[in-house]
């Protein structure tokens, strides 16, 4: 499992002091270096930000810091607690102080990239993996006007080029433990990461709720709560629309990637959009977050008793998706087009409905109650969803 390592923490010189007093200062460093391991303990201080809905962070005051509590912000962590120290005189060579407001930073995932955007601070990106996958206007702009760059990503990640931008944090997410050897080389360089876990949220508010973490790292955070207070009551109103429907459709989703079908679990947040949206998922035996891998042949049976189909891939047409695998123009929800796909935003630089989505919820939702329930919400063209044809 990825660690947060500590580069150079403390420079000393203990040349002449006497061994028992070493043996003090070897028990106060080794306090001091684990105050922010996987492992530490809550952080003493006033409760400044208690989320409602995420479950991966929490927020407190300690002297003159805000610290910003990261709770297993990977796949499988179980006990990890990261602490993170933003202070206006944070120290240079502690690896979990940063100092805030930031200025530059760098961003890993296209979700990060939505949550600066809508606090306008694209200004402060410097460097994405993954810039071509970005829809953002304005980071398109800035890139092309060469003040935002590519970092690569992977085994591909540009070291050089991450330590020349010089970023007062890098916004990280881990993925089961891969993440752990670029961890290494950047603290190595001086570079300060943050793990940013919204992505392993259950609920779309909970993912959305983690604009307020993110916020604090550029003081943003009073702005920060009266957006999500929007996002939270626009999506209670739109979900009210739904009331009590009698008829609930079943829902398919996903398509085939390399002979196995990918269902997530009944604790995914795509399926709490589907139940907010009046729909019910189809496969409720994986009570999990994690996608279940099942059988063409399988999942195939499955979906012949649903009323609609949902996926996130790149087919644009019925043509497009029968070509993928011809089986899939025996699919019921196929032949009576209800197929649809969340790519209606998608360009030649990405798909927005995997960037901006994080901070419209509602409207995610409302594209769903359209679809499901179309006399709720007459009015309502589809934003993120295209109808297959």
């Not at 961003?107 to 996958?133: P, Y």
């Not at 259950?202 to 009266?226: C, H, N, Q, R």
């Amino acid at each position: 499992m990825p660690k947060i390592r500590i580069n150079n923490f403390v420079k000393n010189n203990i040349s002449g002091i006497k061994p028992n007093c070493l043996f003090v200062i070897f028990l106060f460093l080794l306090f001091a270096c684990n105050s922010g391991s996987k492992k530490g303990g809550l952080p003493i201080g006033e409760v400044i930000y208690q989320p409602q809905y995420a479950q991966g962070f929490a927020l407190y005051r300690q002297d003159r810091a805000v610290v910003l509590k990261v709770t297993n912000p990977w796949q499988y962590a179980s006990g990890v607690e990261l602490n993170y120290f933003l202070k206006r005189d944070a120290a240079p060579d502690v690896f979990n102080e940063i100092k805030i407001p930031v200025g530059k930073v760098v961003c890993m995932s296209t979700t990060h990239v939505a949550f600066i955007s809508a606090l306008e601070k694209t200004d402060c990106i410097s460097g994405i993996s993954g810039l071509r996958h970005v829809s953002d206007s304005m980071v398109i702009k800035l890139a092309g006007e060469n003040k935002i760059v590519e970092t690569g990503y992977d085994s591909n990640l540009s070291y050089e080029l991450l330590y020349s931008l010089s970023p007062d944090v890098v916004f990280a997410y881990g993925v089961a433990g891969e993440f752990t050897a670029v961890e290494k080389k950047l603290n190595e360089l001086g570079i300060k990461i943050v793990y940013i876990g919204e992505y392993l949220e259950d609920t779309p508010l909970g993912k959305a709720e983690w604009i307020v973490a993110m916020s604090a790292f550029f003081d943003e955070m009073a702005t920060a709560e009266k957006i999500f207070e929007t996002i939270k009551n626009s999506y209670s109103e739109v979900k009210a629309k739904v009331g009590n429907q009698e008829h609930k459709p079943l829902v398919m989703m996903n398509i085939p990637y390399k002979d196995v079908w990918y269902l997530p679990g009944t604790r995914n947040y795509m399926v709490k959009f589907i139940e907010d949206a009046g729909g019910k998922y189809i496969y409720e035996t994986n009570n999990k977050r994690e996608s279940y891998p099942m059988s063409i042949e399988k999942a195939f049976v499955l979906a012949q008793d649903a009323d609609f189909w949902l996926m996130g891939n790149s087919p644009k047409s019925l043509d497009d998706l029968k070509n993928t695998d011809a089986r899939m123009a025996e699919i019921p929800a196929f032949k009576q087009k209800k197929v649809y796909n969340s790519n209606l935003r998608a360009n030649d630089f990405g798909d927005d409905f995997w960037e901006s989505g994080i901070v419209k919820p509602d409207v995610v939702l409302k594209d769903l109650i359209k679809i499901f329930h179309p006399h709720l919400l007459p009015e309502h063209k589809l934003y993120y969803y295209r109808h297959l044809e």
